[in-house]
């Protein structure tokens, strides 16, 4: 099993950035590809959002469409750590935001929450207008 532990939400203006990281622990050698998601609020029954997952060996990531150019997901493996560095923020990127692991190796990312075993708690994003 993979511990996570997110940090670095808050409050920013649109416009404004975050950077979010995610510490994992315990068996880290299982993780394949370590994906980004997010949930609305007043969403709780909604299915989390995938906003985007690097692989973990090579660092090759994938975006939703609705954050390329805006957000930047990179991870330092010495320190078994992902980044999310959310840029141009909007208000309709506020949300719950999660990273989870994927220990599955049968492709290089998974959109669906189906494909990841073990998640953090959650960090809040709001952005102000």
């Known amino acids: 099993q993979v511990q996570l532990v997110e940090s670095g939400g808050g409050l920013v203006q649109a416009g404004g950035s975050l950077r979010l990281s995610c510490a994992a622990s315990?068996?880290?050698?299982?993780?394949?590809?370590m994906g980004w998601f997010r949930q609305a609020p007043g969403a709780p029954g909604k299915e989390r959002e995938f906003?985007?997952?690097?692989?973990?060996?090579?660092?090759?990531?994938y975006y939703r469409d609705f954050v390329k150019g805006r957000f930047t997901i990179s991870r330092d493996s010495a320190k078994n750590t992902a980044f999310l560095q959310m840029d141009s923020l909007k208000p309709e990127d506020t949300g719950v935001y999660y990273c989870?692991?994927?220990?599955?190796?049968?492709?290089?990312?998974?959109?669906?929450?189906?494909?990841?075993?073990?998640w953090g708690q959650g960090t809040q994003v709001t952005v102000s207008s």
């Open positions: 906003v985007g997952s690097i692989r973990w060996i090579n660092g090759m990531t």
């Open positions: 315990g068996r880290t050698s299982d993780i394949y590809v």
């Open positions: 989870a692991a994927s220990p599955f190796r049968a492709s290089n990312s998974y959109y669906g929450a189906w494909a990841y075993d073990d």
